[in-house]
């Protein structure tokens, strides 16, 4: 067995070690999040509301409202988490998330604007929210197209739209009458409270649709990252792949946008936490559950742990961001690798 | 022996000589400070009432309590100061974090000083029901250093010191969980919002002498160390290795220049709110004239900071009056289409 | 065992933007061959092979592989028969060596495929070859200019092309290594049959290692030929600028061009 194999191999399953425990930290997470509550309710009640068996009071509680709400939790993180982290692999900058091309900023924007001005509620502010972050991608994107999409040029004209959406924003907050602006605040930090059976569907669909392209597309991105020249020459079009990407994560990140509202940092976080745990790995997998245990976790924390309830987009920053920043400080200790 | 023609007359990097393209920067800086004068001009003249040449030299020299129009005059000046003052700090703030980080997507409060700014201001109104700019002031610098100084403490930790990377993700990580920590608070304190919400738009409307003095200590130091940083910066945009290689200390230059960043961007954001635009964009605007050399950045980036947030100032007040939009929604909706103009035009070299 | 690949350029013209870099040039590679592109900087060499990798697309003309246009053929197709060793490639972040190497694998990789005992002996081969597999476990970013220069190479090897472009590939490496090199590829070329076109600055080597070569001037064909014939002072002058003289070369009876500079000219009175 050469050194190579013998290296890739002892990688490999570290990798696969520290992926199990992700995948055992999500599930028990959702565990938690069924059983606790106002009311705690034992495995064996779970297990049966989860069949479809009717338990008194356990199937309202977690069937109707806690099952809901952690898979739409769930759900979300691995949206965010995988959008944040195939961004931040194609610009090559650790400081990139969707953000950077103004969707979270577009949907704010208009779905501040829909409860400010308009008064609107639940869907129709879901609705408004897809519609302001794809109709901002697309404008970007656009505007950054001069026969290619230069990554430099599409990265600045989305921060330029995004500053100054974000502007607008909070402009908006300081026009509108103090109550509308709290509920479009409680909106624009991203809050789970109103995760129920319907908001499903759509999420779970446009998931199946996009993870595994992302999976798909994870492989191409190992071979962008070389270079364009290099990924030219080992037959990845860099263009071609770009926009994929791009259209991936937008799409992404618009779904989960649309059912929980623009959830703080979630996007951000996962990858550099991910690429912390698994030194080398490349994979979306370890993002995604990442994503999904920073989103479950926080919304746990925000409504059980704490002396008020927190949405969940308020408790991410506050959970996520040591835990990177511990992260950061361990791997700078001296025979770390930065 | 004789030096060959092309030996007599060096040629640049562009092709055009460095005598000649030294005097186009000069000349645009000028052209750049006349177009401070004159916006310094409208911003006397314009507002919810225009005013006279007659009254605008009586309000500068000695404004008579009975005359309304002097009297605006004499309350437009501190303004029009404030938004010269910021908008240069801004922008070579800006313009000293991108060179830090060697990031272009980094901006003054990427080491966490308007979060930091913020969270101060917020426990300010929530614990002291502070409401005032006056007092916003000095929570404001309060928070934004010491946020700062978490940060650097946490991205320096360890082999290698700061490096650019650490630095980004620490300062992007705190400002994460200090912005979370501001929503919190925000959502549960209906009335605390209503009250910072009008100090997160930033602005610089009802601005003073009196209260621009607190900050005047950081600006000037801030600005000292900025222009000290000039060299180290140039070097350090090399990499890291080359920068000690040319016999530069990577660790002091990002120190002075981490510094001089955060001071005038603490003062700024104490005394105008955070103002997201202006540091992020226009060092790239800038840039897009001088080329990296931060001699010629730092200036400009002052000179077209300053001229953004005036003309935005202007057309803030102009546009809807009586009351006028701040200065930060403004710069923002005036400077980004005139930045994505920009970018469109040029060759965007790859960051 | 010679490559039956055939690469040729049909009057490419290729630019960037406003600016055009190779006229209307025509050579045609010849298959299971080492050719080279020489001339002087900025003169279109390393467009004229980035055409070639299809990674420019020309204004006019066509690229030709196998006698069908390079563009119309899908990409990761050509991947397998053309390899190219670009000018400045980025290495991600704490990258291993060996891990690089194996991205070179790619085009042959099926979708879910795993990693194969052929990708692994392909690798392995590539860093032996390369002389590097002892540092297949050490972050790229660690090693030393001439190192990883290797390791790109390594790279393009693994891929197990029947043409290989190599853009200048001796950069960085010491006269020992770049030597190295040029025998590595020279017996790729011979035991497998691998088609070699790389362009090189150093006229000697270039003039050594050919069996072909190509002077470009200016974006357009000066001169091809075996190296005797085309390595001469008035190629030189025209090509390069520069007043030489050219003898034989005693190792390796190609020929030797010796510069005429304004010094250490004693013996000449020009």
């Avoid at chain 1, 509680?61 to 939790?73: E, Q």
């Avoid at chain 1, 430099?152 to 009458?177: K, P, Y």
């Avoid at chain 2, 060299?231 to 080359?242: I, N, S, T, W």
């Avoid at chain 2, 002091?252 to 981490?258: P, Q, W």
Wanted: hydrophobic fraction near 50%.
């Amino acid at each position: 067995m050469t050194a190579a194999r013998a290296a890739r191999r002892a990688r490999l399953r570290r990798h696969r070690s520290v992926l199990v425990v992700l995948v055992l930290v999500v599930v028990a997470l959702l565990a938690v999040t069924l059983s606790i509550g106002e009311r705690i309710y034992g495995p064996s009640e779970i297990i049966r509301v989860i069949l479809g068996q009717d338990v008194p009071g356990a199937s309202f509680t977690v069937g109707r409202l806690r099952l809901p709400r952690a898979i739409i939790a769930l759900l979300i993180g691995v949206a965010f988490g995988i959008a944040g982290s195939l961004f931040q692999r194609m610009l090559r900058n650790p400081l990139a998330s969707p953000d950077i091309i103004g969707i979270s900023y577009g949907s704010s924007a208009v779905a501040v604007v829909a409860i400010g001005f308009f008064g609107a509620t639940g869907p129709a502010i879901s609705i408004a929210a897809i519609i302001g972050g794809l109709t901002v991608a697309l404008l970007v994107y656009f505007l950054a197209w001069r026969g290619n999409v230069h990554g430099a040029r599409l990265i600045l004209i989305g921060i330029a739209i995004g500053t100054m959406l974000f502007a607008v924003i909070q402009w908006v907050l300081t026009r509108i009458e103090v109550y509308k602006a709290a509920e479009a605040l409680r909106w624009i930090t991203g809050s789970l409270n109103s995760a129920f059976w319907g908001d499903v569907p759509p999420l779970a669909i446009a998931l199946l649709v996009l993870v595994p392209v992302a999976f798909a597309v994870s492989g191409r991105l190992k071979i962008l990252e070389l270079g364009d020249e290099a990924s030219a020459a080992l037959g990845v079009a860099p263009n071609r792949t770009r926009l994929l990407i791009v259209v991936i994560a937008v799409g992404l990140t618009s779904v989960a946008t649309a059912a929980a509202g623009p959830v703080a940092f979630v996007a951000f976080l996962a990858g550099p936490i991910a690429a912390r745990l698994l030194p080398g790995g490349t994979g979306v997998l370890a993002p995604a559950l990442v994503g999904g245990a920073l989103v479950l976790g926080a919304d746990f924390t925000g409504s059980q742990l704490l002396p008020t309830t927190f949405p969940v987009g308020v408790v991410t920053g506050v959970v996520g961001a040591p835990y990177l920043l511990w992260l950061i400080a361990r791997s700078n200790r001296p025979g770390g690798t930065s | 022996m004789t030096l060959s023609t092309a030996e007599r007359t060096p040629v640049g990097p562009s092709g055009v000589r460095p005598a000649s393209r030294r005097r186009r920067l000069v000349a645009g800086l000028v052209l750049g400070l006349l177009v401070l004068v004159a916006g310094s001009a409208l911003s006397l003249i314009f507002g919810s009432r225009v005013v006279s040449w007659d009254e605008i030299i009586g309000g500068i020299t000695a404004p008579d309590p009975a005359s309304f129009a002097e009297q605006a005059v004499a309350t437009r000046i501190p303004r029009t100061v404030l938004a010269l003052v910021v908008g240069a700090a801004l922008g070579i703030s800006g313009a000293l974090m991108q060179g830090i980080t060697r990031n272009p997507l980094a901006d003054p409060g990427l080491l966490g000083v308007n979060l930091g700014a913020a969270l101060a201001v917020v426990l300010g109104i929530t614990l002291f029901s502070i409401s005032t700019s006056g007092q916003y002031v000095w929570f404001a610098l309060a928070g934004a250093t010491a946020a700062a100084l978490i940060v650097y403490a946490v991205g320096s930790i360890g082999r290698g010191g700061a490096t650019p990377l650490r630095l980004a993700i620490a300062g992007a990580a705190t400002s994460a969980a200090l912005s979370s920590l501001v929503s919190a608070v925000l959502l549960l304190r209906t009335d605390v919002f209503d009250t910072f919400r009008f100090w997160q738009v930033g602005g610089v409307g009802g601005a003073s002498f009196a209260q621009m003095t607190p900050v005047v200590p950081f600006l000037v130091v801030g600005l000292i160390l900025a222009v000290i940083a000039i060299p180290g910066l140039d070097v350090l945009a090399l990499g890291d290795e080359v920068a000690r290689g040319l016999g530069g200390s990577v660790g002091r230059s990002r120190l002075i220049a981490g510094a001089a960043a955060v001071l005038l961007a603490a003062a700024s954001t104490a005394i105008a709110g955070p103002i997201a635009f202006v540091g992020l964009v226009v060092p790239h605007a800038a840039r897009l004239f001088t080329g990296p050399g931060h001699r010629w950045l730092l200036p400009y980036s002052a000179v077209f900071g300053s001229a953004l947030l005036l003309v935005a100032d202007v057309i803030g007040r102009v546009i809807s009056r009586p009351a006028d939009i701040p200065v930060g929604i403004m710069s923002a909706i005036i400077g980004a289409p005139f930045f994505i103009w920009l970018i469109r035009r040029s060759k965007v070299r790859e960051l | 065992m010679t490559s039956t690949r055939s690469l040729a350029t049909d009057a490419v013209t290729v630019g960037y933007d406003d600016r055009v870099v190779v006229h209307d040039l025509s050579v045609s590679i010849p298959p299971g061959k080492v050719s080279v592109i020489v001339g002087a900087n900025a003169c279109g060499k390393s467009t004229l092979l980035k055409s070639m990798a299809r990674l420019l697309k020309p204004q006019s003309g066509a690229v030709l592989l196998d006698g069908r246009s390079i563009a119309e053929q899908p990409t990761r197709e050509v991947a397998k028969t053309l390899g190219l060793l670009p000018q400045t490639p980025t290495a991600p972040e704490g990258i291993v060596v060996a891990d690089l190497v194996g991205r070179g694998r790619y085009p042959h990789r099926s979708f879910f495929g795993r990693w194969s005992d052929d990708d692994e002996r392909a690798v392995n081969e590539a860093l032996t070859l390369t002389g590097i597999l002892d540092l297949a476990d050490r972050p790229v970013d660690e090693l030393s200019g001439g190192q990883r220069q290797r390791v790109w190479i390594a790279l393009a090897l693994a891929q197990r092309t029947d043409v290989l472009l190599l853009d200048e590939p001796t950069t960085f490496l010491d006269v020992s290594h770049q030597v190295e090199v040029l025998d590595l590829l020279t017996d790729l070329n011979l035991e497998r049959g691998t088609t070699v076109v790389m362009v090189l600055h150093d006229l000697n080597l270039a003039a050594r290692y050919a069996d072909h070569l190509f002077a470009v001037k200016d974006g357009r064909l000066h001169s091809e030929g075996p190296s005797s014939e085309v390595v001469t002072s008035e190629m030189v002058r025209e090509v390069f600028g520069m007043e030489s003289r050219i003898v034989i070369d005693e190792v390796s009876g190609t020929p030797l061009v010796l510069p005429v500079g304004r010094h250490h000219s004693a013996q000449l009175r020009l």
